[in-house]
């Protein structure tokens, strides 16, 4: 257990639909990042947030959006939903910013019909 | 960053040590290395990052060349649950408010037999 959790763990919607992840750091973990999981693109980095602010954009597309909260918990918003987001959503937590250890929620599969 | 190489995928004995390569032959000086993996569908998960020394913690244990080019990850006792996809990542020290994002590539998937 990395201390970092997601929910839902499961999301089935239709094409057009908007939905809402939610992420909770570990405890004390300032930063959090998000980071989207397809079959056929791997791994890959979306935003990150440092203490409420945004901290860096990766490939995320105009119709996600995401921020943190006071309580440090973190919320992820798809909208306009098409079939090729259907993947998993992965939120991280960490507590050094100087340094690249990241503890990893289990996820959120998210699939769009 | 710098880029790394790994295989796509490796095979190991239940109980025999795992030693997984990866390269990293554009590495600067102030990249360290890190280690983690990802059981199938699970989050990732952080094993071990070094800078140039060995290190060792309850997980594994890192070897890094000399040079710093190239480094070796060590499961001392695989077993069936470290069957999983290991990520190698270099990055550098977030000074200056940079991103510490993760860039993971295709990894190696470690299958370890019975």
């Known amino acids: 257990d990395s201390g970092v959790t997601q929910t839902p763990k499961h999301l089935i919607t239709a094409t057009g639909q908007r939905v809402t992840l939610r992420c909770s750091p570990r405890s004390g973990d300032l930063s959090v990042y998000w980071y989207q999981q397809s079959l056929d693109q791997g791994l890959q980095f979306l935003i990150q947030?440092?203490?409420?602010?945004?901290?860096a954009k990766g490939n995320i597309l105009e119709r996600f959006s995401a921020q943190q909260f006071p309580d440090l918990h973190s919320e992820l918003n798809l909208s306009s939903l098409e079939l090729g987001d259907s993947a998993l959503y992965f939120c991280a937590s960490s507590a050094r910013l100087v340094l690249n250890e990241q503890f990893f929620g289990p996820g959120t599969r998210l699939t769009v019909l | 960053d710098a880029k790394t190489t790994q295989p796509t995928s490796m095979d190991c004995a239940e109980g025999r040590a795992a030693n997984l390569p990866c390269n990293h032959s554009?590495?600067?000086?102030?990249?360290?290395v890190y280690w983690y993996r990802q059981i199938h569908s699970q989050g990732p998960q952080y094993i071990i990052h070094g800078l140039k020394n060995n290190e060792t913690n309850e997980m594994a244990s890192l070897i890094i060349t000399e040079d710093r080019k190239s480094s070796t990850l060590i499961l001392p006792h695989a077993t069936l649950r470290d069957t999983a996809v290991y990520y190698c990542?270099?990055?550098?020290?977030?000074?200056?408010?940079?991103?510490?994002?993760?860039?993971f590539g295709t990894g190696t998937l470690l299958a370890v037999q019975p």
């Open positions: 990542i270099v990055r550098a020290p977030n000074y200056g408010g940079a991103t510490n994002k993760l860039i």
């Open positions: 947030y440092y203490n409420g602010e945004e901290r």
């Open positions: 554009t590495i600067s000086g102030n990249e360290y």
